[in-house]
């Protein structure tokens, strides 16, 4: 089911925002990035997201998918850790179960965060993706659950995969501590 709401409606209606996410990166762009998570427009997956992080779950996360003008991906909390096996990056999730897809009128613009998930729209679990560019072509296939509002600039400077897959060689740029803000 569709939730009728376009960014401009969230952003008007005031502090939609209930928590927002800290991310320190490191590897070929460093800093922070810093994200606002849309609680109204995706309460099970903001939820989901914010456990994870505050339980250190997202600490030490690689991007294991990036696509040049397009996103980076991370959050495979099962997988995705430097030092493991990484080539199974992607492919994991965490303990907590899948979750309902929350699909919104929300467009997938620059900075916007989505939740990553596989052919069934109700697996998204712990990974997620940031938009480099405008993917309308995912409006109402993922889950819209926040957008970049500081260190786009760091987002922008993440290490770059395989221009099809997405896949990265050699050692991927980390999240070496994910915080969550108020």
């Keep these: ?92 999730g965490s303990r907590r179960p899948d979750l309902p897809a929350e699909f919104s009128d929300l467009p997938f613009e620059r900075g916007v965060v989505g939740m990553a998930r596989s052919q069934n729209p109700n697996s998204a679990n712990s990974q997620f993706f940031i938009m480099f560019e405008p993917g309308y072509f995912l409006n109402g296939q993922y889950t819209v659950v926040g957008r970049v509002t500081g260190g786009m600039d760091v987002v922008d400077a993440i290490k770059r995969g395989e221009a099809r897959s997405g896949a990265i060689s050699g050692t991927p740029d980390v999240m070496t501590k994910v915080t969550v803000t108020d």
């Design 1 to 92: 089911m569709y939730k009728s709401l376009s960014l401009l409606a969230v952003l008007a209606a005031g502090p939609a925002f209930a928590s927002g996410l800290e991310i320190q990166i490191e590897g070929e762009a460093n800093g922070t990035v810093v994200i606002d998570l849309l609680e109204d427009v995706a309460p099970q997956h903001v939820t989901q997201i914010t456990e994870l992080a505050a339980e250190g779950a997202y600490d030490g996360v690689v991007f294991h998918r990036v696509i040049d003008g397009f996103m980076a991906q991370t959050g495979d909390v099962q997988f995705g850790r430097l030092g493991e096996n990484i080539r199974a990056a992607g492919t994991g």
